[in-house]
C-alpha cells in the first residue's frame, strides 16, 4: 500500500498508481508541452506560495513561488528550439528527490509538469515542516484546476519497498534521480523499459570565488550585500544543499587575499551573530569532530571556531573542502588566479558562486574547465536559485521530446526545355 | 573529609586531584604532541596548545578531542611495531572506534580497571551470577562488546551461572540452584543494564528472592530503559525491595579503556576514580558548567599512554551534582543521555531504493 500526498491524501494500491499514470498517459484529453492548463495551475500555485502568511513561515518557498510565474514559463515553452519543430511530452516521469530540501521536490516536478508529463513523485517518508506546508498548498490548489492535471500528477510516499520501485522505474519513460553515489547505483539496479532513460543528479559539492581586488575595491555597503547573499546560499539549507558554498576561494596577490579573506570572515561573523541560525549540540559536536580530521588529514592548516555557528578552516595549498563538515564550516582559500584553481575542480562541483569577476573571465574558466566539472557560475546569492538548466541540464527538454514535421521537398522549378531549344551546331 | 580506607582508587578530594592531575595530563598532552603526528597537527591547527602548555593553568584549561575522531582516524602515540593489542568500540552506528595498546598500556588499563571493581566487589572473587546467556560468551566468532564485557568481568568472579540459557530464556532452575548455594554470603551480579532490568527485576519480583547479600555491577547505559520509563531510582528502588541495595553502576568508553565512573551506593551519581576526573561543558562556550548545570561530558584520565585519549570530549550530556559531597570524594556526577547524530539536510540526503 503506499500513502497518497497529492493531489489527495490517501491509501492506494501499488496497481492503481500504475494505471492512473498509464491512463493519464494515454488519454485523449492528456496535457501537451506548454499546455495552458498546467500554466494555469503553476500560476495559481505561485499565488499561494507567496502570500505573506506563508512566506513569513516558510521564507524557502518563496523563490519557488517567484520561479512558477506564468509570465516566465509561457516564454520558456513558447520559444522555439532550433533543431526541433515540435516539442511533446516524454510520457511518465518518475522523480526521487532529496529527503530534505523541500522545494527541490517541487522544481523539476513543476518543469516536467509544463513538459506535459504525467509525474509520480517519491516523498521521503521523513518529510520536513516546509514539505508538509508545500504539500498542503499543493493539495488546496489543485482542487480549482484542470482534472486532466489533477489526473496525471501523483506524490506518494512508501517504505523500503523494492517491488514498489521496480514497478515505478518499469512503467516510467524518464526517472529522475538525486542522491549520494549509493542511492543512484541502488536506484539504478531497477531496470528501465527499454526506450526509457535516467537523468540523475548525484551528490555534489560548491564553493564560490571572491576577486580580491575587487572586494577591497567595494564600499561598505556593497560588501554588506554580498556577505547576506552568501549567508543565504550557506546558511539556508544547513550549508548541505549540493549547490551551498563549502571553500571561499580568495583570487589575487597572496597578502591582498589573505587580507580580503579576513575582511569577510569578520563581516559573516557579524551577520552570523545577528541572524541567529539554529546550531544545535549535534551540530556543533558534528563540526569539531569533522574540523579535527581535517587537521589529522593535514587538510586543514588552522581551524578557527567563531561560536557554534561558524568555523573557518584554513586549507593547505592544493585543498578544498570536498564535503559537508556541519553547517557553517568554511574553508579558506587563496589562489593567484582563477586559473590556479581549475586543476583543483572536478566533476563533483556544481556551482561556483562569484563576485567581482567580468563574464568574458568565467566564460574563459568555464571554457578552460571543459566540462570537467563546475556546471552553473553565479552571483554570490543566488547560489541556491533554482534554474531550468540544473547540473548542466535543461531540464524542461530533457523532460520532453523533439519531433521533426517536414513537408515532401518541392522539387526546384525547371526551365521549360523548349525554352532551352536543342541547338546545333 | 578523610578518604576511607577501603575505598582504594577513590580517595582524593576534589583540590587535590587538580592538583595531581593537571600537570599529569599536561605532561600527556606533550607526551602526545610528541609522538602522535595527527594529534600535534590537531593542536597546532585549533591553537589548543599554546607555548607547550605553558599556557594553561587548570584541568579545563587542557585541550580535549571529540571521542568520535578514534572511529575516523588512527590517533596512536607507539609505533607499529609496539602495538600490542587495539581495542575496538560497539559503535551503534558505522565504523567502530580503534584504540591502540602497547604492552605497558594494557597492563595499566586492566590493573586500572581492577583497582575500581575492586572497590565496589571487594577485594576477594565472589560467586557470580552472570544476567546473560552462556551463549554469548561462547561464541567465539563474535568480538561484540557485550562478549567482552562479560569475559572482563568474570575476571573478578567464580562458580559462574548464567540466568539467561542459550535462547535469552531465564533459566529459572539455575538461578534458585545459585541462590541456594550462594545467595547467604555475598555474591556478584553482572549484566548490561537493561538486561538486568528484563530478566532479573520481573525474577525478582516473581520468587520474592533474597538478594540481600548480593553486589549488583551494571553497565551499557539507560536508553532503551528510558524507553519504559524506568530511570536508575525506579532501578534501584525496584531491588532494594529485594534486599539488594549494594548497587553499582558504571560508565566508561572504548575510547578511554581502563578508566570507568562508579556508582556510589549511598548519595546517588557516579564518582571519579583517583585518576580521573570529569568536565562538564557548556556546548554554547565550552566553558566548565557550574555544579547542577547540564553539559557535554568530558573525561580525563591519566591512563592513555599509548594515544592521545586522555582528554575526550563524549556526545554524552551530563551534569555535576556536587562535589566532595558524596559516597567518596570528588564530583559526583550522573549521564543525561546520547546526542543524537547531526543530520545533513542536503540533496544528497535522498530517499534511498
Redesign the interface.
Known amino acids: 500500500m503506499l500513502l497518497q500526498h497529492f493531489p489527495e491524501e490517501r491509501e492506494l494500491p501499488l496497481e492503481q498508481v500504475l494505471a492512473g499514470l498509464r491512463a493519464a498517459d494515454r488519454a485523449p484529453d492528456r496535457l501537451g508541452y506548454g499546455d495552458e492548463r498546467v500554466l494555469d495551475f503553476l500560476d495559481a500555485l505561485s499565488h499561494e506560495l507567496l502570500r505573506p502568511r506563508l512566506v513569513r513561515r516558510h521564507p524557502e518557498l518563496a523563490p519557488l513561488g517567484f520561479f512558477l510565474r506564468r509570465s516566465r514559463l509561457a516564454q520558456w515553452t513558447r520559444a522555439t528550439d532550433g533543431a526541433a519543430d515540435l516539442r511533446v511530452p516524454r510520457g511518465i516521469v518518475f522523480h526521487i528527490p532529496p529527503a530534505n530540501v523541500s522545494t527541490l521536490l517541487a522544481y523539476p516536478w513543476a518543469l516536467s509538469m509544463l513538459a506535459g508529463n504525467a509525474n509520480v513523485i517519491r516523498l521521503s517518508t521523513r518529510g520536513s515542516a516546509a514539505t508538509d506546508e508545500l504539500l498542503g498548498v499543493l493539495r488546496e490548489t489543485v482542487r480549482q484546476a484542470d482534472p486532466a492535471v489533477r489526473a496525471s500528477q501523483l506524490v506518494v510516499s512508501y517504505g523500503h519497498d523494492d517491488e514498489v520501485t521496480a514497478a515505478l522505474s518499469a512503467a516510467c519513460h524518464l526517472r529522475l534521480m538525486w542522491g549520494g553515489d549509493q542511492t543512484i547505483d541502488r536506484l539504478r539496479r531497477f531496470a528501465l523499459a527499454p526506450g526509457a532513460r535516467d537523468l540523475p543528479m548525484p551528490e555534489r559539492s560548491s564553493l564560490c570565488v571572491v576577486s580580491a581586488a575587487t572586494w577591497q575595491g567595494t564600499d561598505e555597503a556593497g560588501r554588506t550585500a554580498v556577505v547576506e547573499g552568501f549567508y543565504n546560499d550557506a546558511y539556508w539549507y544547513g550549508q548541505a544543499a549540493c549547490a551551498s558554498p563549502l571553500t571561499i576561494c580568495w583570487i589575487g596577490p597572496d597578502g591582498q587575499a589573505a587580507r580580503a579573506g579576513a575582511d569577510f570572515v569578520d563581516r559573516l561573523e557579524a551577520l552570523v551573530a545577528q541572524r541567529r541560525p539554529q546550531i544545535d549540540v549535534e551540530m556543533a559536536v558534528e563540526k569539531r569532530v569533522a574540523t579535527y580530521g581535517l587537521a589529522v588529514t593535514a587538510s586543514a592548516r588552522s581551524v578557527g571556531f567563531r561560536g557554534n555557528a561558524l568555523a573557518v578552516v584554513s586549507l593547505s595549498p592544493g585543498r578544498l573542502l570536498e564535503s559537508w563538515c556541519g553547517t557553517g564550516t568554511f574553508g579558506l582559500a587563496c589562489f593567484p588566479d582563477l586559473d590556479a584553481l581549475a586543476p583543483l575542480i572536478t566533476r563533483r562541483h556544481q556551482t561556483i558562486g562569484h563576485f567581482g569577476f567580468e563574464r568574458d573571465t568565467l566564460l574563459a574558466f568555464a571554457r578552460r574547465l571543459a566540462g570537467r566539472g563546475v556546471d552553473r557560475l553565479v552571483p554570490v546569492g543566488e547560489a541556491l536559485a533554482f534554474e531550468r538548466v540544473w547540473d548542466g541540464y535543461d531540464l524542461l527538454y530533457e523532460c520532453s521530446k523533439a519531433v521533426t514535421v517536414r513537408l515532401p521537398t518541392t522539387p526546384p522549378l525547371r526551365r521549360p526545355a523548349a525554352v532551352a531549344g536543342p541547338t546545333g551546331p | 573529609m578523610t578518604p576511607d580506607p577501603r575505598s582504594g582508587c577513590f580517595t582524593l578530594a576534589q583540590a587535590d586531584r587538580e592538583a595531581v592531575l593537571f600537570p599529569a595530563l599536561r605532561e600527556l598532552t606533550a607526551h602526545h604532541y610528541r609522538h602522535c603526528a ?2 600535534a ?2 593542536l ?4 589548543g596548545w599554546s607555548d607547550s602548555g605553558r599556557g594553561h593553568r587548570n584541568l579545563g584549561d587542557l585541550p580535549w ?2 571521542v ?2 578514534f572511529k ?2 588512527v ?1 596512536k602515540s607507539i609505533p607499529d611495531e609496539e602495538v600490542f593489542t587495539v581495542v575496538t568500540s560497539s559503535g551503534t552506528t558505522g565504523q567502530p572506534s580503534r584504540v591502540h595498546l602497547d604492552r605497558q598500556a594494557a597492563a595499566a588499563q586492566q590493573a586500572a580497571l581492577a583497582s575500581v571493581l575492586r572497590t565496589a566487589i571487594g577485594p576477594r572473587r565472589l560467586p557470580m551470577l552472570i544476567v546473560d546467556s552462556g551463549a554469548t560468551v561462547a561464541r567465539a566468532a563474535t568480538v561484540s562488546a557485550r562478549r567482552a564485557g562479560v569475559l572482563g568481568m568474570m575476571a573478578y568472579g567464580r562458580d559462574y551461572t548464567f540466568l539467561l540459557d542459550a535462547d535469552g530464556e531465564l533459566d529459572r532452575p539455575a538461578a534458585r540452584a545459585f541462590l541456594a548455594a550462594h545467595g547467604r554470603a555475598p555474591f556478584l551480579v553482572f549484566g548490561f543494564t537493561f538486561l538486568v532490568w528484563s530478566a532479573l527485576a520481573a525474577f525478582a519480583a516473581e520468587e520474592d528472592l533474597d538478594l540481600s547479600q548480593g553486589v549488583l555491577v551494571h553497565t551499557g547505559g539507560w536508553k532503551k530503559l528510558a524507553d519504559l520509563a524506568v530511570d536508575n531510582d525506579e532501578f534501584r528502588r525496584h531491588f532494594a525491595r529485594f534486599g539488594l541495595r549494594r548497587i553499582h553502576n558504571f560508565y566508561g568508553m572504548a575510547e578511554q579503556i581502563g578508566t570507568v565512573f562508579l556508582e556510589g551506593t549511598r548519595m546517588p551519581g557516579l564518582y571519579c576514580p583517583d585518576f580521573a576526573d570529569v568536565v562538564i561543558r557548556d ?2 562556550t565550552w566553558r566548565e558548567a557550574a555544579v547542577g548545570t547540564p553539559g ?1 561530558i568530558q573525561v580525563v584520565s591519566t591512563l592513555p599512554r599509548s594515544y592521545p585519549g586522555h582528554s575526550l ?1 563524549t ?1 554524552d ?1 551530563g551534569v555535576v551534582h556536587g562535589v566532595d559531597d558524596g559516597d567518596w570524594p570528588g564530583k559526583r556526577f550522573s549521564i543525561l543521555g546520547r ?15
Not at chain 2, 597546532?44 to 591553537?47: F, K, M, P, V
Not at chain 2, 546526542?339 to 531504493?353: I, W
Open positions: 595527527g594529534y597537527r590537531i597546532d591547527a585549533t591553537g578531542l571529540p568520535r575522531l575516523n582516524h590517533l556546548p554554547d557535554l570530549l556526545e550530556l546526542l543524537p547524530r547531526a543530520e545533513a539536510r542536503g540533496c544528497s540526503d535522498a530517499v534511498g531504493g
